[in-house]
């Protein structure tokens, strides 16, 4: 039965290259943003192209918590799209509940082994095969800066988080709301661990992928929740609720100096024609240039039906890797591309700076993956780790040794 659907599979795939086959995909993605819309419309046109229909399936809400919820009561009802936007341990997932089809056929075709980092790859196999393709890899312990408000409160570009509070308060007394930032679990999320991330990437993993219980109680983790109530101040008072490319455009427009985000909020600079290094400024999330949190978009294949539909779900995982989708998608997303030796000339300053680092971390052992962005551990525990954050953020009354408790009981009670 395996050899026969390999066979089909690859069958499917010559054909469908020769666009004999003329196919529908339906794709579960997130990306409603300027910057994301942008960048998703590139894979649909290069689809359209190829002969095939291309079925929007986009449910807005930002790091795709909604989509995810979509995506679970439609493979409930035994029907999941061709194709949807799942990323790290989650793919692992969804393989083990045997919904994703096989990709090997068109990896071995695209030398995907070849092509792509290692650290990559490992991520979209399940089992030892492809079941999902990389659209690119973010990094997301960054920080986006608005040089002029800086340069009208006197202040510096802060490296250190004990600095950025000396300098957010320079910044709040020149009226300025220093740190743009949208009250979400998943935004929480993200500052929580660019926090964290300044005690080094040892503290990290132990804490965000061993889940040691040491480490979750740990004085450095206290240290960090007081650290992060403190930068709470400097987040002006209507953040609740607000989507994260509304709080870039803060940045953008001179409204707030800072946001932490991964770089898909370059999305938004670059379409707001905004340019790197003169509008606007990149740089690691204080404390953390050594480090790179990544962050990989990968669309994973789930079986369909029918073999114009199969054809046409092998032809979108062959065009993500092909090097014309995965460069123009990059320089609009703000990541970079997931496959290796790319032609670095349209790619800004910001994006050479995060390839650099996606290289020298990956031989220091300072690559490592995102908890926010679910790369690093299961979405069990990674919700878990939210709801502490989170409600810590939001209540006064939380000690940061109360919040480690929880924290270290709650990632406990979802391993
Ligand atoms: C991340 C996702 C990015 C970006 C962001 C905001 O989780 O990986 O591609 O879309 O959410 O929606």
């Given at each position: 039965?395996?050899?026969?659907?390999?066979?089909?599979?690859?069958?499917?795939?010559?054909?469908?290259?020769?666009?004999?086959?003329?196919?529908?995909?339906?794709?579960?993605?997130?990306?409603?943003?300027?910057?994301?819309?942008?960048?998703?419309?590139?894979?649909?046109?290069?689809?359209?192209?190829?002969?095939?229909?291309?079925?929007?399936?986009?449910?807005?809400?930002?790091?795709?918590?909604?989509?995810?919820?979509?995506?679970?009561?439609?493979?409930?009802?035994?029907?999941?799209?061709?194709?949807?936007?799942?990323?790290?341990?989650?793919?692992?997932?969804?393989g083990s509940l045997g919904f994703l089809t096989n990709l090997d056929a068109v990896a071995a075709q695209g030398e995907w082994d070849v092509v792509l980092p290692q650290v990559v790859s490992?991520?979209?196999?399940?089992?030892?095969?492809?079941?999902?393709?990389?659209?690119?890899?973010?990094?997301?312990?960054?920080?986006?800066?608005?040089?002029?408000?800086?340069?009208?409160?006197?202040?510096?570009?802060?490296?250190?988080?004990?600095?950025?509070?000396?300098?957010?308060?320079?910044?709040?007394?020149?009226?300025?709301?220093?740190?743009?930032?949208?009250?979400?679990?998943?935004?929480?999320?993200?500052?929580?661990?660019?926090?964290?991330?300044?005690?080094?990437?040892?503290?990290?993993?132990?804490?965000?992928i061993?889940?040691?219980?040491?480490?979750?109680?740990?004085?450095?983790m206290i240290d960090v929740f007081n650290t992060f109530k403190q930068v709470r101040k400097y987040v002006d008072v209507g953040f609740s609720g607000r989507d994260w490319n509304v709080a870039t455009s803060m940045v953008i427009n001179g409204e707030a100096a800072m946001q932490i985000?991964?770089?898909?909020?370059?999305?938004?600079?670059?379409?707001?024609?905004?340019?790197?290094?003169?509008?606007?400024?990149?740089?690691?999330?204080?404390?953390?240039?050594?480090?790179?949190?990544?962050?990989?978009?990968?669309?994973?294949?789930?079986?369909?039906e029918g073999k114009d539909n199969q054809a046409a779900q092998q032809d979108l995982a062959r065009l993500i890797l092909e090097p014309e989708f995965q460069e123009t998608f990059n320089l609009n997303k703000g990541s970079i591309p997931a496959r290796l030796n790319m032609p670095r000339e349209k790619f800004d300053t910001c994006a050479h700076a995060s390839m650099d680092s996606f290289l020298a971390s990956s031989t220091t052992g300072n690559l490592t993956p995102s908890m926010a962005h679910g790369m690093s551990t299961s979405s069990m525990v990674q919700g878990a780790i939210y709801d502490v954050v989170t409600n810590f953020f939001n209540d006064d009354s939380m000690t940061a040794e109360q919040a480690v408790d929880k924290l270290a009981r709650a990632v406990k009670a979802s391993l």
């Open positions: 039965m395996k050899k026969f659907a390999f066979a089909l599979t690859a069958a499917a795939l010559t054909v469908g290259a020769a666009n004999s086959y003329a196919g529908e995909v339906e794709v579960l993605h997130w990306w409603t943003s300027g910057g994301e819309a942008a960048s998703i419309n590139v894979l649909k046109g290069l689809m359209v192209e190829e002969g095939h229909t291309w079925k929007d399936f986009a449910v807005a809400g930002g790091a795709g918590e909604s989509a995810m919820t979509v995506l679970k009561s439609r493979a409930i009802s035994g029907n999941p799209p061709a194709s949807a936007q799942i990323k790290g341990p989650t793919i692992q997932e969804w490992d991520v979209m196999k399940y089992e030892g095969h492809y079941v999902a393709a990389p659209v690119n890899v973010h990094r997301v312990n960054w920080m986006w800066a608005n040089p002029e408000v800086f340069r009208k409160s006197g202040a510096e570009l802060p490296t250190s988080w004990d600095q950025f509070l000396v300098e957010a308060e320079k910044i709040k007394a020149a009226g300025y709301t220093p740190l743009a930032h949208g009250g979400q679990a998943w935004q929480d999320a993200t500052l929580f661990e660019a926090i964290a991330l300044e005690k080094g990437v040892n503290f990290y993993n132990k804490a965000f061993a889940h040691s219980d040491q480490t979750l109680r740990s004085q450095d985000m991964g770089d898909w909020a370059k999305g938004e600079f670059t379409a707001a024609n905004k340019k790197a290094g003169i509008d606007y400024v990149c740089l690691p999330a204080p404390g953390t240039s050594d480090s790179f949190t990544f962050n990989i978009d990968s669309l994973a294949m789930f079986k369909v």
